[in-house]
């Protein structure tokens, strides 16, 4: 009986050795794994962005762009994060939504500003997308909800056009799971941290929308989105508890309220 | 791989299904790459077919049913892991890629030696493998 059972082993650790062995080769480089993975990201994060482009109008105008910009730059630049290869898209909707897409297109909807208070509250939401964008949950949740093989056939051009319309509506209306979203909301909240922004706001706007969601929940996507709001409060006050923030003002008051005004003529 | 004795020269007939239990298994190999099962189920239904057959076509039955478990083991796992990849994690790792590698490599030392051992037990020989064979000596009896 026993030298089967010590056959078994050895095929066994053959198995594993083998395998072992092999897993020292980069096949990943080999295959060009990463590279065609950017490039279904690429097409895809077009292909969602041309959508949205056909049904939306985008913002231009510097006087709007420009402070949003700055905005997020601080936070990419006390981050590490490339700001060049974020898309910034403003796109002139009365939704309080923002979202990512793929390839690092970013999108933020002038309802949401017009609903923040303070820059803040603005930038909690763009470290919120940011760290969405970084930490690759864009690409999960559209592998999970979608499925890899839509998503290459979306690619490819032959995409049917309803399935498509899901695909969109999955990353514009949709949430992420919660556990993903809990990682974005303190991934987001130490980017405040590192970029000088009180994270205490992210947690109060948060908060306020969800008081105002049981009021009138049809526009208010972000937070629609993004359930269990005032658990999710409570989690990134509890993170931020003992952290220390030496706030930084990205755009004073005026420049603030400049661009507010100029969102209400757009 | 040994070449052994049984105790006695099998008849054409025998040499014939014997050999196809391992041709079973290897149609069966080919159609049920996608879902690794189905040639296991295939092997078991000859299997079962024969069982009350002469000494050398149930042993050979016996041998080519079991040979085709740790490909089941194997299989399925890398079926699941595909699985997984195409519709939850999305994400091809290098030690997936190592995974595939090492069950194609096996999946193919197993083929030649399933054609090997169909072509020499459809001539009368007797082919016991390397752990398999033991295992069905224990299992099958005369």
Known sequence: MLKPILQFGAIAALFFLVWFGLDRIDWMTIFQVEKTTKNIEEKLGDLYWDILKKVNDEITDKDVVAPIDSLLTRICERNDIDREKIKLHLV??????AFALPDYHMVVYTGLIEDCENEAELCGIIAHELAHLEKGHIMQKLVKEVGLAV????????GNPEIIKQAVKVLTSSAYDRKLETEADLTGAEYLINAGIDPEAFAAFMFRMSEQEKGLPDQLYWVSTHPGSEERTQAILDYIEDREVKVEMILDST????????ISKN | MTTSSIGYIPGDHEAEKASNSYLMSLIAVIAGLPLPIINLIATVIFYLGNRKGTYFVRWHCTQALLSQFSLLIINSNGFWWTVGILFRDGEVTNEYIAYMITAFLFNL???IATIYTAIQVRKGKHIEWWFYGD????????
């Not at chain 1, 998503?151 to 032959?158: H, Q, Y």
């Not at chain 2, 295992?135 to 005369?142: A, E, Q, V």
Request: aromatic share 6%; hydrophobic share 35%; net charge negative.
């Open chain 2, 135 to 142: 295992l069905t000596n224990m299992i099958c009896k005369k």
């Open chain 1, 92 to 97: 002139d909707k009365d939704e309080v939504n």
């Open chain 1, 255 to 262: 420049q603030w309220m400049t661009l507010k005004e100029n």
């Open chain 2, 109 to 111: 030392v197993e083929f």
């Open chain 1, 151 to 158: 998503l290459i056939s979306m690619t490819s051009g032959n």
